[in-house]
């Protein structure tokens, strides 16, 4: 007695087909995966260049805060900023916005105070700029030898760059001083 095998048995394919789609599937997950990786690495590397754009404006900051500190007596404020010290919003324009964010690169290097010392990573040192916001005489008569004593209160603006000059912050602050 002789047994036959039928091997006429018609295949479908399912499994290779199956394959094929979790193969696809498998390589939109790693391409998705690879774009969310490079875009968090920019991400971060933006981030990173942000803060040091901010440390070098704190810097400026801290400067410009420093130099009204060890004055001695009080510097006379003028349009020009030739002492230091500007009158309050003698650089503005008549637009409506406000001189620090109309000013370009040209304008603080040509008016304003660079930072004296290096700084790593950072494409441009920082500038600052002070302006006289208010004097408040400590006596209210006129005439009195004391009418040159009081608290200065000055605005401090800062500005400064991350690793590209394309990277910018701005701080102001404000300080008092009695002379």
């Known amino acids: 007695m002789k047994y036959s095998i039928n091997s006429n048995y018609q295949q479908s394919g399912a499994v290779l087909v199956i394959s094929l789609i979790m193969l696809l ?14 875009m968090e690495e920019k991400m971060a590397g933006n981030f990173k260049d942000q803060n040091m754009a901010f440390q ?3 810097s400026g900051l801290r400067a410009g805060e420093t130099w009204v500190a060890v004055q001695g007596i009080r510097p006379v404020p003028n349009n020009t900023g030739s002492t230091q010290v500007w009158t309050l919003d003698s650089a503005a324009t008549a637009t409506t916005n406000n001189w620090w964010e109309e000013r370009n690169a040209t304008w603080w290097s040509s008016n304003a105070v660079q930072f004296a010392a ?7 040192k920082p500038y600052y700029l002070i302006e006289q916001q208010y004097f408040d005489k400590d006596s209210l008569t006129i005439g009195m030898s004391n009418d040159n004593s009081g608290r200065v209160l ?9 690793g590209s000059d394309s990277t910018r912050a701005l701080l102001q602050s404000t300080y008092s001083k009695r002379f």
């Open 56 to 58: 070098a404006a704190e």
């Open 118 to 124: 290096t700084l790593s990573d950072v494409k441009t």
């Open 154 to 162: 000055y605005r401090v603006t800062a500005k400064g760059t991350g």
């Open 25 to 38: 599937l498998l390589t939109l997950i790693g391409v998705t995966g690879t774009q969310v990786s490079s």
